[in-house]
């Protein structure tokens, strides 16, 4: 079954450190995104990604690297990770080929940055 | 860019009741919008995707309204249970860039 699973599921780090989240998925969609979601704000697009090697800014971007290395895999980087970073994070991939496909989200990164 | 509004934020309703979630955006040219709905802890999944040429959707004890003149789309629950009881989001997609824009989502709880 198509699938996009994310690592970890949750994460505690020191502010000033350098966090990594991992989005894998199975669908073999073309696009992949990276959403973080606060309450009151619904879910806001961070990056995305058209294709293996692709990386294009979404609406909050700042604060945030990506990398998408392969077709499967998208990963989202937080080189000096800050308090007002601290969300759920949520991966999706979507298949470019159709506008009006859905997305598959994964189940998401719940960071605490202390 | 597109904004999407979405009311209400909170609600609250009996179990057998309505109850009605509205989106409205901005950019004429947004031709497909989609429901999610995200219960307590978990992931967004699915309800209903609707298309510029669809007015009525209508899906298993709910039904989706999309008012292209208002620049409106609905979610209207016919008769909640608790089950209904999580977040939903609306999202809307331009033809020419597939980028969701999401709602900020309405948390609604069905009372018993």
């Known amino acids: 079954e198509a699938a996009v699973t994310q690592s970890p599921r949750n994460k505690v780090a020191v502010t000033g450190g350098k966090v990594t989240l991992s989005c894998n998925q199975t669908?073999?969609?073309?696009?992949m995104y990276w959403y973080r979601q606060d309450t009151g704000h619904g879910l806001r697009l961070i990056h995305y990604?058209?294709?293996?090697?692709?990386?294009e800014k979404g609406d909050i971007p700042d604060g945030y690297k990506a990398s998408r290395p392969s077709q499967e895999n998208f990963s989202l980087i937080l080189e000096l990770a800050t308090p007002s970073q601290t969300s759920v994070y949520f991966c999706?991939?979507?298949?470019?080929?159709?506008?009006?496909?859905?997305?598959?989200f994964g189940s998401g990164t719940r960071l605490l940055v202390i | 860019g597109e904004q999407v509004e979405q009311r209400p934020p909170h609600l609250s309703v009996r179990e057998g009741d309505s109850a009605v979630i509205t989106c409205t955006y901005t950019?004429?040219?947004?031709?497909?919008f989609f429901w999610y709905k995200q219960e307590p802890g978990a992931s967004l999944q699915l309800l209903m995707k609707?298309?510029?040429?669809?007015e009525i959707n209508e899906g298993q004890g709910f039904t989706v309204l999309l008012n292209k003149k208002d620049k409106r789309l609905s979610l209207n629950l016919t008769a909640a249970h608790p089950g209904d009881s999580a977040a939903y989001f609306c999202?809307?997609?331009?033809?020419?860039?597939?980028?969701?824009?999401f709602g900020a989502g309405t948390r609604l709880k069905v009372i018993a």
């Open positions: 669908n073999n969609h073309n696009n």
């Open positions: 999706a991939s979507g298949d470019v080929r159709h506008a009006n496909s859905d997305y598959t």
């Open positions: 999202a809307v997609s331009n033809t020419g860039n597939y980028k969701y824009v």
């Open positions: 990604s058209y294709g293996a090697g692709s990386t």
């Open positions: 950019d004429p040219n947004s031709y497909y």
């Open positions: 609707v298309f510029s040429s669809t």
